[in-house]
């Protein structure tokens, strides 16, 4: 069994930075891909960032370019995601994902709460 476990959410002030761990617990595994997903209240969930465990290609939403940063550290077959300029529209709960045997993420984490003050 597959599990992520994300760490490093929590309060900050607006313009502020966080940074976010995702690593998996249990048996390792060899993913196509790894991104990050968030949920604001009442809100759908939507993609973050994303990168591709083989080749490093990374994505990004509009509204996240130029202030976050996703990267992976192969040894440890973790995720980050480097988090600056934050604004109080990133309050969310912050999700990791990882896509197993193919291109859907097809494993989550329970989610870490980001929270950006005004």
């Known amino acids: 069994q597959v599990q992520l476990v994300e760490s490093g959410g929590g309060l900050v002030q607006a313009g502020g930075s966080l940074r976010l761990s995702c690593a998996p617990s249990?048996?390792?595994?060899?993913?196509?891909?790894m991104g990050w997903f968030r949920q604001a209240p009442g809100k759908d969930r939507e993609f973050v960032a994303a990168?591709?465990?083989?080749?490093?290609?990374?994505y990004y939403a509009d509204s996240v370019k130029g202030r976050f940063t996703i990267s992976r550290d192969n040894a440890k077959n973790t995720v980050y995601l480097q988090m600056n300029s934050l604004k109080p529209e990133d309050t969310a709960v912050y999700y990791c994902?990882?896509?197993?045997?193919?291109?859907?993420?097809?494993?989550w984490g329970q989610g870490t709460q980001v929270t950006v003050s005004s």
């Open positions: 990168i591709r465990w083989s080749g490093g290609s990374t």
């Open positions: 994902a990882a896509a197993v045997g193919g291109s859907n993420y097809n494993y």
């Open positions: 249990g048996r390792t595994f060899s993913s196509y891909a």
